[in-house]
């Protein structure tokens, strides 16, 4: 085993490095909510403003705050894979958004990010991605 790695540290895997997992339930079908995702006002939400998400791997993106990186993956309402960089940032992470049906007329969003440097920058993107569901949540009812 490698010494470095402990199975004690709340977040870290051997193979992800430090990672980090936020999920909600929505009363929303799949459809709406993937449609919701893709579209501007969903991407600015969870990206960022003065980008759409490429299908095509590798395509890369930056947003208007300077967020960089490129669709690893994007399989229609399931996920989307890419690497994510704020301009801060030293390093890379790996981002994919997952949605899944939760029963009739319900979908779950999950959000994970692996790659992350440590405890410290886990923490901080767990309570980002934790208020960018509840962001797309509360955009989402405004729909209704």
Do not use: C
Request: charged share 25%; net charge negative.
């Amino acid at each position: 085993m490698n010494a470095g790695w402990r199975r004690s540290e709340v977040g870290r895997t051997r193979d992800a490095g430090w990672q980090i997992g936020v999920s909600k339930t929505i009363d929303r079908p799949i459809e709406d909510v993937w449609a919701f995702l893709i579209s501007p006002a969903g991407t600015a939400i969870w990206l960022g403003d003065g980008v759409t998400v490429s299908p095509e791997r590798g395509e890369g993106y930056e947003t208007a705050a300077g967020v960089r990186g490129e669709t690893r993956s994007f399989h229609e309402l399931d996920r989307i894979r890419l690497t994510w960089q704020p301009p801060d940032w030293s390093h890379d992470t790996t981002l994919q958004l997952v949605v899944t049906s939760a029963g009739e007329g319900r979908t779950r969003l999950g959000v994970h990010q692996e790659r992350l440097a440590g405890a410290a920058e886990r923490e901080q993107q767990r309570r980002h991605w934790q208020a960018v569901v509840n962001a797309l949540v509360a955009a989402l009812d405004q729909l209704s």
